[in-house]
């Protein structure tokens, strides 16, 4: 197979990218919301979200019957003791859930329980209200900014039973609080703050990513465009499924951006990570955010970091909501691996490509599994 120069290849995904960004005006067919089909009490769910047998949740699967397994839980208040030991016990800690899970818990992250607390909570009243107040959020493709109730943009694809809620809140020049809901009256406040708070767990995360991976600590801050880096926030909302052994709250993917810290529903578990061909469910730790890592991390460190595989199951009795808050590369900055994990031996893994011509991919086919970074490591070797 003949493989393109990097100049030629970043070429052919800039033209890509022009392309595909003319045909992100709109979505293909009539967007359905998923939490109205839920409350008119329908037995069956729609052909267009039954997942093919493949796809389909297999709850007996995802439960351990011999021991109670769960991601590791890091007490992140550690790294700032005067113990040096501890200090590097937690940095250790923090490596082998990478390399391990790709997933791991923080306590001790010091948001304040109260505000976790009240901005999940406006968000469950943003749902609550009725549908004409939240159409006036719908969004497009183009950017997702808004209410919404799919990802990809391809004709007849098989839809998640979710609904969401998508806003940008760094770079500065991205953020329009006029597009954040105007009710409930305290949201644009508590969404402005708890992006604050959480944006600093990230950046702590970066930092010892970086040290992790042998790199200056600021090494991936600055990777991702150092003040210019983008946060995002996504928060979902599952509603109640009469079948939810054919459906999935969201397919199975990896984040295509950095770091995702998601703060989870606490009373229903949702979240499935595939661990060593496996798929387990979540227990989400009280006051805790669920950390994972994203393909640019895969990207940056030349593959020593791993994105990982994920998905949500939904509940038949009771909705879900939860907040992620994506903390990714700034667009038009070219992502490829660094230097110094580039040797003879471990020659670069990924071309260099920018993370608004990557994340086209997911806006365009849907949650995919992790094919598209694994499609750069075929085509580039």
């Known amino acids: 197979m003949y493989i393109y120069p990097r100049a030629t290849l970043h070429l052919l995904h800039l033209h890509s990218t022009k392309m595909m960004m003319n045909c992100l005006q709109c979505w293909p067919e009539p967007v359905i919301r998923v939490q109205h089909l839920s409350e008119t009490g329908l037995t069956r769910i729609p052909e267009r979200y039954v997942k093919k047998p493949s796809d389909r949740p297999h709850f007996l699967d995802s439960i351990d019957t011999e021991v109670n397994i769960n991601i590791p839980v890091i007490d992140v208040q550690e790294l700032l003791s005067d113990d040096m030991s501890l200090r590097r016990k937690t940095a250790a800690l923090i490596k082998d859930a990478c390399r391990e899970w790709g997933f791991f818990q923080v306590v001790n992250h010091g948001v304040r329980q109260e505000l976790m607390e009240r901005t999940r909570d406006v968000w469950r009243q943003f749902f609550e209200l009725p549908m004409e107040e939240k159409q006036k959020y719908a969004n497009t493709p183009r ?160 593959g020593n970091y791993k994105s990982v595989e994920h998905r949500v199951i939904v509940n038949s009795v009771k909705e879900r909501v939860s907040l992620a808050l994506f903390y990714n590369p700034k667009g038009d900055i070219l992502m490829k691996p660094a230097e110094q994990l580039v040797t003879k031996d471990h020659p670069p893994l990924y071309p260099p490509m920018t993370f608004d011509e990557y994340r086209l991919y997911i806006r365009t086919r849907g949650p995919s599994g992790k094919s598209q970074v694994d499609s750069l490591l075929t085509f580039h070797q």
């Open 143 to 302: 950017t997702y900014e808004g209410y919404g109730s799919r990802v990809g943009v391809e004709k007849g694809i098989k839809l998640d039973w979710c609904d969401y809620f998508f806003l940008h809140y760094l770079p500065l020049g991205m953020r329009d609080q006029t597009k954040w809901p105007s009710f409930p009256l305290s949201c644009r406040e508590l969404v402005g703050e708890y992006s604050k708070e959480v944006v600093k767990v990230g950046e702590k995360m970066m930092k010892i990513l970086s040290s992790n991976l042998g790199l200056e600590e600021e090494y991936l801050q600055e990777a991702f465009g150092g003040e210019e880096m983008s946060a995002c926030m996504r928060i979902n909302y599952y509603p109640k499924c009469p079948q939810p052994e054919l459906t999935l709250g969201l397919s199975p993917h990896s984040d295509p951006g950095g770091l995702t810290l998601l703060l989870p529903d606490e009373n229903v578990s949702g979240l499935q990570v595939r661990h060593r061909h496996r798929w387990l469910t979540v227990t989400p730790i009280p006051n805790a955010f669920i950390v994972n890592l994203g393909d640019q991390l895969q990207v940056v460190s030349n």
